[in-house]
T-cell receptor
């Protein structure tokens, strides 16, 4: 059981370049999330998905797009990278067992630098 | 804006001492969760406390929740050097979304 995996672990982009971050989970979780973590600001939700084929905006969605074509994968795309998108990106997944409980399982993160 | 705010931002203690971290939030919640993050790693879930619970224990962890004051505390007893990490509170207000605080950096000195 690998849990939540993220690809790549590190990436350096030039302003204007595009890239896709891949998140995969093998726990059959319905819900998946993309966060960014900046120094002193905790984690902020970018986009999330409550099931295959569905996505929704989080707190800071601008400049990012996502897709959930398969239940186990959640892709985060940057169409035209900007230095403000330099951050550490975390993917998470969960399978709520009730209306309330929602423990999330996190991947190891992708460190992205935009020059 | 961040739902949860943590206090202190940084805490340094000696091995064997207890560590207490506090979290305050602004709106009504379904539950509050605590996560731990080792340097350069992803977050790991520690404990969840529901809005109708006041206290919960898990091993050396004790969490309290005061919904009237909109605050929670995490107590780590008999701390170890391996407890050195950042600790985050996260609140679930609706659906499946969590809002994280900015974290407390705990350093446990051997």
């Amino acid at each position: 059981n690998a849990g939540v995996t993220q690809t790549p672990k590190f990436r350096v982009l030039k302003t204007g370049q595009s890239m896709t971050l891949l998140c995969a989970q093998d726990m059959n979780h319905e819900y998946m999330y993309w966060y960014r973590q900046d120094p002193g600001m905790g984690l902020r939700l970018i986009h999330y998905s409550v099931g295959e084929g569905t996505t929704a905006k989080g707190e800071v969605p601008d400049g990012y797009n996502v897709s959930r074509l398969k239940k186990q994968n959640f892709l985060l795309g940057l169409e035209s990278a900007a230095p403000s998108q330099t951050s550490v990106y975390f993917c998470a997944s969960s399978r709520p067992t009730s209306v309330e409980s929602n423990e999330q399982f996190f991947g190891p993160g992708t460190r992205l630098t935009v020059l | 804006s961040q739902q949860g705010e943590e206090d202190p931002q940084a805490l340094s203690i000696q091995e064997g001492e207890n560590a207490t971290m506090n979290c305050s939030y602004k709106t009504s919640i379904n539950n509050l969760q605590w996560y731990r993050q080792n340097s350069g790693r992803g977050l790991v879930h520690l404990i969840l406390i529901r809005s109708n619970e006041r206290e919960k224990h898990s091993g050396r962890l004790r969490v309290t929740l005061d919904t009237s004051k909109k605050s929670s505390s995490l107590l780590i007893t008999a701390s170890r050097a391996a407890d050195t990490a950042s600790y985050f509170c996260a609140t679930e207000t609706s659906g499946s979304r969590l809002t994280f605080g900015e974290g407390t950096q705990l350093t446990v000195n051997p």
